[in-house]
């Protein structure tokens, strides 16, 4: 079975830190998928990135980065220099392959919400 | 283009009465999911289609939901009778080609039962 832990469960910083979301995932496939979404203030989920197994490369995009290791299982989620709109709780999910049976279904990890102070 | 679209935002009712709560998929995508968020639970998936037809439904907590997609452009979520503990926050998602792909989520419908 799929399993996502987001071991903290609050963070708060103060505007302009750094500061990282742990993931951690358990999963009996070799071909499975990873995401983070982000849900703001105002309730929706917002997703910010997708990867898949087979590719290891670190992702950044702005103030966003992304740290995949599969020898420890963990998919890391860094913000650069935050922001009082980085405020939201985030989530880290998991699916396996669409094949598999149970495949197709994204599994959450129970979220982190993080705190950005002046 | 617009998005995944819920009715309504918020729905205020009293035990023991029916709930239904509506989806209307982005036009295109084969896949519809509905999740429920709560405290205690956090997501959980309750119930995905595939072209309309369901293809997992282990996630229904009991006999009193029930989900249907009679076409691919809305899906409903009814609950019946409806208790205090189905308070919580009920999405919809649709995406392209399943779960393995992005999920764009509905702004969500707030439930209360009193």
């Known amino acids: 079975a799929q399993k996502v832990t987001q071991a903290q469960t609050e963070i708060s910083v103060v505007e302009k830190e750094d500061v990282t979301l742990d993931c951690v995932y358990e999963t009996r496939d070799t071909t499975y998928y990873l995401f983070w979404y982000k849900q703001p203030p105002s309730g929706e989920l917002v997703f910010l990135i997708r990867r898949n197994s087979f590719d290891e490369q670190n992702e950044i995009s702005g103030r966003y980065s992304w740290n995949f290791q599969k020898s420890t299982s963990s998919f890391n989620f860094t913000i650069t220099a935050s922001q009082v709109v980085d405020s939201a709780v985030y989530f880290c999910a998991l699916s396996e392959a669409a094949w598999r049976r149970g495949g197709n279904k994204l599994t959450f990890g129970t979220g982190t919400q993080l705190k950005v102070e002046l | ?114």
């Open chain 2, 1 to 114: 283009d617009a998005g995944v679209i819920q009715s309504p935002r918020h729905e205020v009712t009293e035990m023991g009465q029916e709930v239904t709560l509506r989806c209307k998929p982005i036009s295109g995508h084969d896949y519809l999911f509905w999740y429920r968020q709560t405290m205690m639970r956090g997501l959980e998936l309750l119930i995905y289609f595939n072209n309309n037809v369901p293809i997992d439904d282990s996630g229904m907590p009991e006999d009193r939901f029930s989900a249907k997609m009679p076409n691919a452009s809305f899906s409903t979520l009814k609950i019946q009778p409806s208790e205090p503990r189905d308070s919580a926050v009920y999405f919809c998602a649709s995406s392209p080609s399943g779960g393995n792909e992005k999920l764009f989520f509905g702004s969500g419908t707030q439930l209360s039962v009193l």
